[in-house]
């Protein structure tokens, strides 16, 4: 009586959290296969004609569908409907027979509404082949080509009405293939992914959108034509981002012609650079740690006892120059023996000669040869000629296997007496590292490490030109500052460059447009090409001095429109990639209802 009670209980609840509908009961679930099956069975007793409208009660048979659904604890799902068909009452319709719609599966789908819904939501914010990937982890059966219909089937509608927007250019293949995106100033999402940057990508777009009244913008002249052409009476805002950078790519030039790679203070004077040399970086030793190392040139053995045979040559055979070697000897090994070949054919010595360009000398040499001489061809065995090494060899090879540091193993054998140079040692040590395929940290073997004196301070060109063009005085380096006054009087340039930039700063964040004349008359001397660029699109440049409004989300938008395109662009074309990085930025606003999509695919 209980079991009857609880299944009872249980039931309750899977129809409370599988609800198909009120017409439609859950007759069974099972697992098969890893997989869950519900079995679904239809109770209705009439049905609406889809054609007609007319409500018929006159069953014609039945029917099953088995369409899968949102998995239930990340396990595949299936529903097995039996519904029902009904005959049509009305004479006069066309239509004879029809199947009975399903509230969670419209017609000829093999997914629930609730399984597209789910579909969509991740693929939003991921190519079709990561969602289907990710999917098949959570327990939905579904192809990257299937996802990519579903994708196709949304309809973005245009809004006419649009007043204010931004509009810049964006690469889809950099260097390659451009595109112009068009964003809503007021919400940032995207609105249009144009082809092509010049100005008949847009000039189309704009046409069908008489009621624009602002457009943000880049400093691009064909955006700026066509919106002039078709909008005469739009406002048009210059973006601040784009004019800063300019006058700074002018700037650098002035800077960089009079201005040294660096700069060298010593002793509070500026000196010059050709004077100061870098001096080796001296490395501390830890005497008392180097007087507890005791090693002997005695043969290396292993934990068991046994010797260690390892590769004692001075050369590193990963170097390109023995592999450079290595494939003359190859060369020459080949040759040989075409020539010892060639000899057992031809008997005359002249026609041999001249054929593989050899000496009567080299070539007697070389048919003297055994098989085995020819295939022995290598480098003469350096190692022998460097006898000063031999008594450390074991020592430095069982020092490496112990991982001690280099400056302790270089230490060490000079003072067991090696009276070689350091850079031969090193040397030599670096081969066993390489010859012997150790497992050490050699990049300190490569480089020595050098450094300007403790007395000299040293300041980079670049750092000091970002240092005057920082507005901010707590971001500014404390270094530079201290010594500014002394840069500026050797490099006048310097105290000049910093006065264009904050005056110009001073005037695009003030609010009166006039003063952008008064700049440029005071510098079209110094900078001219930017002054000219400003006198030409004069209007927008102030409009940006004297609105709030400007383009510089559009840059923030174009970087996550990057971001967008790298997930989710594959080999799609453009009107596809704008749907994805369409429903990206419509996904992060506060109205956006995924629903609203989903009706669309399936009204599709």
């Given amino acids: ?87 049509c009452i009305n004479e006069e319709c066309e239509v004879t027979t029809f199947n009975e719609s399903l509230p969670f599966a419209i017609k000829n789908k093999v997914m629930t509404n609730n399984l597209i819904q789910f579909i969509l939501s991740i693929s939003i914010f991921m190519s079709s082949s990561a969602t289907s990937l990710i999917l098949s982890f959570l327990g939905v059966k579904v192809s990257a080509d299937t996802i990519d219909r579903i994708i196709q089937k949304i309809e973005i509608v245009d809004n006419p009405d649009i007043e204010e927007v931004g509009i810049d250019d964006v690469a889809i293949r950099k260097g390659q293939t451009y595109a112009t995106a068009i964003y809503d100033l007021n919400d940032h999402h995207l609105l249009a992914l144009l082809e092509g ?99 002997d040139n005695s043969q290396p053995i292993d934990k068991d006892g046994n010797i260690i045979c390892f590769n004692k040559e001075l050369l590193n055979k990963n170097s390109n120059v023995f592999q450079k070697h290595q494939k003359k000897r190859d060369e020459k090994r080949d040759k040989i023996k075409k020539i010892r070949e060639r000899a057992k054919e031809e008997f005359c010595h002249k026609k041999i000669m001249d054929e593989f360009n050899v000496s009567r000398n080299t070539l007697k ?9 020819v295939e022995n061809i290598s480098f003469v065995n350096v190692t022998k000629e460097n006898r000063v090494l031999d008594e450390f060899t074991n020592m430095i090879y069982k020092m490496l296997l112990n991982q001690v540091s280099l400056e302790y193993i270089i230490e060490y054998t000079i003072q067991k007496g090696y009276l070689g140079s350091v850079g031969t040692l090193k040397g030599y040590i670096l081969s066993l590292i390489k010859n012997n395929h150790l497992s050490y940290n050699c990049s300190s073997l490569i480089f020595d490490k050098y450094a300007y004196p403790d007395d000299v301070i040293v300041i980079n060109r670049l750092e000091l030109l970002k240092n005057i063009l920082t507005i901010d005085e707590k971001k500014k380096s404390n270094e530079i500052e201290k010594h500014i006054n002394l840069i500026k009087v050797k490099y006048p340039i310097v105290k000049e460059v910093q006065n264009i930039f904050c005056d110009f700063h001073q005037v695009m964040f003030g609010n009166n447009p006039n003063e952008l004349d008064i700049f440029i008359e005071k510098y079209n001397l110094k900078i001219n090409s930017f002054c000219n660029g400003l006198k030409k699109d004069i209007a927008p440049v102030k409009n940006a001095i004297s609105n709030e409004i400007n383009s510089g989300f559009v840059e923030g938008n174009n970087n996550k429109f990057k971001l967008i395109k790298r997930i989710v662009y594959g080999k799609q074309k453009l009107v596809n990639l704008f749907k994805r990085s369409y429903l990206c930025f419509l996904a992060t606003l506060d109205n956006f209802s995924i629903q609203e999509i989903v009706n669309q695919v399936l009204e599709n």
């Avoid at 309750?12 to 079995?39: P, T």
């Fill in 1 to 87: 009586m209980l079991n009857f009670i609880l299944r009872g209980v249980v039931d309750i609840v899977i129809e409370k959290i599988l609800n198909y509908g009120e017409n439609f009961c859950i007759e069974d679930i099972k697992k098969k296969d890893n997989k869950n099956i519900i079995y679904i069975k239809s109770n209705t007793s009439n049905c609406k004609c889809p054609k007609c409208k007319k409500i018929s009660s006159k069953k014609h048979s039945t029917y099953k569908r088995k369409i899968q659904d949102t998995p239930i604890q990340n396990i595949e799902t299936w529903l097995v409907v039996n519904a029902y068909e009904y005959e």
């Fill in 365 to 373: 040499k070389y048919l003297k040869m055994t098989d085995e001489e």
């Fill in 197 to 295: 940057r010049d100005a008949d990508s847009i000039r189309d777009w704009l046409t069908k959108h008489p009621k624009i009244k602002t457009v943000a913008r880049d400093r691009a002249s064909a955006y700026a034509t066509v919106i002039s052409e078709v909008l005469p009476n739009c406002m048009q805002v210059a973006d601040r981002f784009h004019l800063f950078q300019n006058l700074i790519e002018y700037l650098k030039d002035i800077f960089y012609k009079e201005i040294p790679e660096k700069i060298f203070i010593k002793n509070n004077q500026i000196e010059d650079g050709s004077n100061i040399k870098k001096v080796p970086i001296k490395v501390n030793i830890d005497n008392e740690k180097l007087k507890k190392l005791d090693y």
